[in-house]
């Protein structure tokens, strides 16, 4: 009876070992994305579905500090179109409320489209102050300075740091804790960087004096050589550029 109640044990933590893992791992977060996508439509209804993409951005300097976009009409769904929402690696890296931020943000690209507003110039990076009336509709303000007064907006973005308020970290609690719930690992942590050696160093003689043309040694090598060295052809020795 101990062996047939074992054997039936073992067969119940397999088949639940299998359940678990037919379960992709980014189910959770996409689910969780998307749950806290409808509670923003709950409160502002006029905020379109939209198809939740999340993207790294290691590989790329410039998109490094780009924490999401909104698209229109980027998604095809058989004969409907459907706005793209994406976040990047790096805001995942950071808390709930600063996930909220951004979701709230884009939510405000497009409450702006359905209501025909234009929110946004020169290549849609500067957000003019029309993006602040449609970002206020969502829970968000533009910041204010010590002494009271508005912030200047930045010369290539505009007014697009728009800020959580107080009412509405609180109407969106329960958002933000399953945002800080995300069982991230990567996204959430630094990721592995490859150390650059030193940089090559490069030599000309005569024959490429004046030139863009030049000879390049590792630094070791180069330290390693007994100078001069010269060259076969103009018979000068290389030097370093």
């Known amino acids: 009876m101990k062996s047939m109640s074992a054997a039936i044990e073992l067969q119940a933590k397999t088949q639940a070992g299998k359940a678990a893992k037919a379960n992709q791992s980014s189910d959770k977060v996409l689910k969780t994305l998307n749950d806290v996508w409808k509670m923003i439509q709950k409160n502002v209804p ?55 931020k951004t979701m709230l943000h884009e939510a405000a690209h497009s409450l702006a489209r359905v209501r025909g507003i234009q929110e946004t110039s020169r290549q849609n990076r500067y957000h003019n102050k029309r993006f602040v009336e449609m970002s206020n509709v969502l829970g968000l303000v533009w910041p204010t300075g010590e002494d009271g007064k508005p912030e200047k907006p930045d010369s290539v973005i505009g007014y697009s740091a728009v800020v959580l308020t107080d009412e509405t970290k609180s109407l969106y609690k329960k958002a933000i804790a399953l945002l800080d719930a995300l069982p991230l690992t990567t996204g959430r942590t630094t990721y592995r960087q490859v150390r650059q050696g030193p940089k090559r160093v490069r030599v000309q003689c005569g024959c490429t004096e004046g030139t863009d043309d030049y000879v390049s040694f590792g630094q070791t090598v180069w330290e390693k050589i007994n100078l001069p060295l010269i060259c076969g052809e103009c018979e000068r020795s290389y030097y370093q550029i």
């Open 46 to 100: 006029e905020v379109e579905d939209v198809f939740v993409v999340v993207a790294s951005a290691r590989t790329n300097k410039q998109a490094a500090g780009v924490y999401g976009h909104y698209a229109p009409s980027t998604w095809g769904l058989n004969k409907d179109t459907a706005p793209e929402m994406l976040l990047s690696s790096t805001v995942l890296r950071l808390d709930g409320a600063a996930i909220l």
